[in-house]
Each structure stands twice: as C-alpha cells, then as structure tokens.
T-cell receptor, first 116, second 116 residues
Framework: DTGVSQNPRHKITKRGQNVTFRCDPISEHNRLYWYRQTLGQGPEFLTYFQNEAQLEKSRLLSDRFSAERPKGSFSTLEIQRTEQGDSAMYLC??????????????FGSGTQLSVL | AQKVTQAQTEISVVEKEDVTLDCVYETRDTTYYLFWYKQPPSGELVFLIRRNSFDEQNEISGRYSWNFQKSTSSFNFTITASQVVDSAVYFCALSEDGGATNKLIFGTGTLLAVQP
C-alpha cells in the first residue's frame, strides 16, 4: 500500500496559464475525491468519481475546472486560465466504497498551487 | 444549511496536559456522519474517527476519546496526556449527503501546539 500520490507537490504559474495536477489513488479504491483547501480553512469538496464516472461536481467548480479519471485509475484536475483566487492546496483522496470502509478517506499530501 | 464550527482557532498546551477540541455542527438530516481528521505539518489528512448519528456512545482509543451529544449538536475530541507528536491541525467534519459518500463539510480546524 503506497498511499495516495499527488504530483506535482508545488506549482507556480502566471495568471491566465493552464495547469494540470495528477492523483494516483490507492490501487483497489474505486472512489476518488478532489478537495481544495485555502490557508486557515478546512478542505472544501470539489468533485468525486466512482470508478471512471464523475458523479458529482460542487458549484465551487467553475467551467474553468475539469477533472477526469480515465479507466478508473489515476485522475487529473485541470484549471484553465488560472486566476489568483485559484491559489490553494488541491487535495486528492480515495476510498473503497461497497465494502463497509467508505467512511475512511485516504488523502494525498496535496498540490500547492500559487498563481502570480 | 449544514455547517461545522470549530470555535478554537489555536490551542497551546504543555506536554502531558489533557486537551479538548470542540466541534459543533448544524444539519437538518436525521442520518448523518461526523468525522475527525488530523493534519500534521506534512499536510496529509489522517482519518481518526467516524461516528453515525444513531450511535451516541462515547469512544476511547488509547489517549483519544470522543464525546458525541446530539442534544447539543457537539462532537468533542479529547487527547489525554498530550505529546509533542500530537501537534497538528485537527478538523471536524460532517457528511453532506447522509453518509452515502465522503462529501464532507469541514470546520476551519483547530491548531494544537504541544510544547515539550
């Protein structure tokens, strides 16, 4: 069990550029979540996948944000035309739904995005 | 609206002291789940406990204990004989959809600093 892996750990970009983050969940986990955390706040739910299907998106997720999980494995989160307000820690988490363990989320260390 | 309030922003204690972290929640759901997560300086949130709304039994796990009281909508967390390794941000969270998924509403967290 290698845990949830997120890359890159840090990303600095200029306003208006596109960025993409990657998340590799624990291999047997079928649910994958993206959360966003700003300084001094708790994480906020963005979206989640059950296998390859994106089942829900928060209203926080504007049309500049898109997430994918091809083949139900790793996931990517892309932000187009970044804005300074997008600066945050983007957290990925996974869980194994359907076996009674979906209550336990396993989080990655996050990708810290800074938009200049 | 659903909400989680952690009124204590920062707490500082000396090693071996007991400390209680407060959590108050608001929900209209009759079925819901409450969680505590720990976020050490490394940034990776770690699951501590999940409690459903029908189980008001207090729980103890080693030096950790949780007090769930529906009458006051509180789910407080106590660390007995605190240690330096307990220093972290602690988040209380509420399931947004009755616990069907891990869409969680987090509080703003309590930073616990344990001094040697």
């Amino acid at each position: 069990d290698t845990g949830v892996s997120q890359n890159p750990r840090h990303k600095i970009t200029k306003r208006g550029q596109n960025v993409t983050f990657r998340c590799d969940p624990i291999s047997e986990h079928n649910r994958l979540y993206w959360y966003r955390q700003t300084l001094g706040q708790g994480p906020e739910f963005l979206t989640y996948f059950q296998n390859e299907a994106q089942l829900e998106k928060s209203r926080l997720l504007s049309d500049r944000f898109s997430a994918e999980r091809p083949k139900g494995s790793f996931s990517t989160l892309e932000i187009q035309r970044t804005e300074q307000g997008d600066s945050a820690m983007y957290l990925c988490a996974s869980s194994d739904a359907g076996t009674g363990w979906n209550e336990k989320l396993f989080f990655g260390s996050g990708t810290q995005l800074s938009v200049l | 609206a659903q909400k989680v309030t952690q009124a204590q922003t920062e707490i500082s204690v000396v090693e071996k002291e007991d400390v209680t972290l407060d959590c108050v929640y608001e929900t209209r759901d009759t079925t819901y789940y409450l969680f505590w997560y720990k976020q050490p300086p490394s940034g990776e949130l770690v699951f501590l406990i999940r409690r459903n709304s029908f189980d008001e039994q207090n729980e103890i796990s080693g030096r950790y204990s949780w007090n769930f009281q529906k009458s006051t909508s509180s789910f407080n967390f106590t660390i007995t004989a605190s240690q330096v390794v307990d220093s972290a941000v602690y988040f209380c969270a509420l399931s947004e959809d009755g616990g069907a998924t891990n869409k969680l509403i987090f509080g703003t967290g309590t930073l616990l600093a344990v001094q040697p």
